[in-house]
């Protein structure tokens, strides 16, 4: 079992930086591929970033590529979303996942195993 705890959402300016946070519990994490979602008001769920396990290797959605940046630190049982260069179009819930294939993860309806309750991202203009 994985439980899954987002942090770092918040309020901030077009142009803006922040750090969201996802701390993983049991020990079966570093087992996982991770990933963020995210959800704005009125639309559906859609992919933003994955990392796979063991390799590092990352997937971006083209929405973000270039502004955002994903990685996880084994040792701490913890991913990490830095996003940069925010838009109010990156307004919304932010969620963090795990899952067993990659490719099942990107698409939609993206089959995850694990996922966290979210957390909230304002990009004000």
């Known amino acids: 079992q994985v439980q899954l705890v987002e942090s770092g959402g918040g309020l901030v300016q077009a142009g803006g930086s922040l750090r969201l946070s996802c701390a993983a519990s049991?020990?079966?994490?570093?087992?996982?591929?991770m990933a963020w979602l995210r959800q704005a008001p009125g639309k559906e769920r859609e992919f933003v970033a994955a990392?796979?396990?063991?390799?590092?290797?990352?997937y971006y959605a083209d929405s973000v590529k270039g502004r955002f940046t994903i990685s996880r630190d084994y040792a701490k049982n913890t991913v990490y979303l830095q996003m940069g260069s925010l838009k109010p179009e990156d307004t919304a819930v932010y969620y963090c996942?795990?899952?067993?294939?990659?490719?099942?993860?990107?698409?939609?309806?993206?089959?995850?195993?694990?996922w966290g309750k979210g957390t909230l991202v304002t990009v004000s203009s």
């Open positions: 990392i796979i396990w063991g390799l590092g290797s990352t």
């Open positions: 996942a795990a899952g067993s294939t990659i490719a099942t993860m990107i698409r939609p309806p993206h089959g995850m195993d694990y």
């Open positions: 049991g020990r079966t994490f570093s087992n996982y591929h």
